[in-house]
């Protein structure tokens, strides 16, 4: 489907149908019919989050356009099935846009962002560091580097854990719990290379949010559509949602409905629940230390309940001991003061009494000279 990109007649459902030209469309206003229609609203949501990136500073693009970017992605994927370079990639571009000269890095710009929206991997031509961009030098085929991206993942080592655990994670590991017992937050990526990322100083996990995403590429996955990210990544990406949010739950699907995540309605795309380690090959490292979190202190408010299967115990045994030492040590302190301001009211009324006392006998005539040290004549 190749359109021109100043075509007035753009829908985005266009941008689905050149992802999976087999979907079915029905209505006059072309929405996509297939699982739960709000699962292709997040990805229709990310196609004008990166128009809208385009539209804002259109002097660094070739392609300006949404219509000519599903027309890029087009051209992308007609021939990457073969090994398609950056060069060729380049070339590809430059065709669509022959009549306006444009620069090489308005053309990069261009095919980087046509490539975010056929893989939702962020691909970058450019020089950078950041965390999650895969770098695409001129002469690598996009294969080369979104396959060398997972081989990496696969050989990453976890944070926590020895790499010869091989056991299973605790069945509580669920968003949810991580969330609200261990005091992490969820960030949401549509970028699928940093997919489980974990950053320890803020308690931050980052999940890929496009769940329908995957489990299309998978339904309707041919030998010549050439996408570049392997088979077997897009499965246990969806085994690594399934574990994060279990269908049938009804504590994942209130997250999810919380969070304005539409994807449970997809249910377990037909892929069990997998809480063995060494049924994770790329994401390994990852859902070890995730394991490891799960099993390990409550935070906060979490510390003062006692859990169902008595796991953290020890952690709530030490915690309210604490706490009943220092109100202990607290009321002790209390009744201390108390005490010493009691004992001043008792010696200031005492003091009170002997004064009155005095004034009385001293009213007596003779008492001046009975007692001269407490009666001393004016």
């Known amino acids: ?84 370079s950056r060069t060729e990639a380049l070339q590809v571009a430059r065709e669509l846009v022959v009549e306006e ?45 979104v396959q060398a991206h997972f081989r990496n993942l696969e050989q990453e080592q976890p944070f926590l854990t020895p790499a010869a655990d091989r056991g299973q994670v605790d069945s509580n590991l669920t968003a949810k719990f991580l969330v609200k017992y261990r005091g992490y937050n969820i960030i949401w990526t549509s970028n699928l ?4 990322a974990i950053d320890w100083e803020y308690k931050t996990i980052t999940v890929y949010e496009h769940k329908v995403f995957l489990d299309n590429q998978l339904k309707y996955l041919t030998s010549s559509s050439g996408l570049p990210i392997p088979p077997a990544v897009l499965e246990e990406a969806i085994d690594t949602l399934n574990l994060l949010f279990p269908f049938q739950v009804d504590s994942a699907k209130r997250f999810l409905a919380k969070h304005k995540k539409p994807f449970y309605g997809l249910g377990s795309c037909g892929r069990p629940r997998k809480l063995d380690i060494s049924d994770y090959r790329y994401w390994r490292s990852r859902v070890s230390d995730l394991g490891h979190i799960t099993t390990g202190p409550p935070v906060g408010l979490q510390q003062l309940r ?38 001043k009211k008792q010696y200031e009324l005492g003091l009170r009494q ?24 004016s």
Not at 19 to 25: A, E, G, S
Not at 110 to 136: M, N, P
Not at 328 to 338: D, E, M, P
């Open 306 to 343: 006692l859990h169902n299967k008595g796991e953290n115990l020890l952690q709530f045994a030490t915690f309210w001991t604490a706490i009943a030492v220092g109100a202990f040590t607290v009321a002790s302190i209390a009744i201390g003061l108390a005490a010493l301001v009691y004992g």
């Open 193 to 196: 290379a940093v997919h489980l």
């Open 1 to 84: 489907m190749l359109m021109d990109q100043t075509s007035p007649s753009f829908d985005d459902a266009d941008f689905l149908l050149q992802l999976w030209p087999d979907l079915l469309l029905s209505g006059k206003d072309r929405r996509v019919q297939i699982h739960d229609s709000a699962c292709y609203s997040m990805l229709l949501q990310y196609f004008w989050q990166e128009m809208t990136m385009v539209e804002e500073s259109p002097e660094s693009f070739a392609i300006t356009k949404p219509a000519g970017f599903v027309s890029l992605v087009a051209r992308i994927q007609a021939i990457a099935s073969s090994g398609i």
């Open 354 to 377: 002997y004064q009155v006392s005095v004034y009385q006998l001293c009213l007596d005539p003779e008492a001046g000279s009975k007692f001269p040290d407490l009666c001393l004549k």
């Open 101 to 145: 000269a444009p620069s090489e890095d308005q053309l990069m710009a261009s095919v980087d962002v046509a490539v975010r929206l056929w893989l939702t991997v962020d691909v970058s031509s450019f020089k950078s560091r950041r965390q999650g961009l895969l770098s695409w030098k001129s002469t690598e085929t996009l294969s080369e580097v």
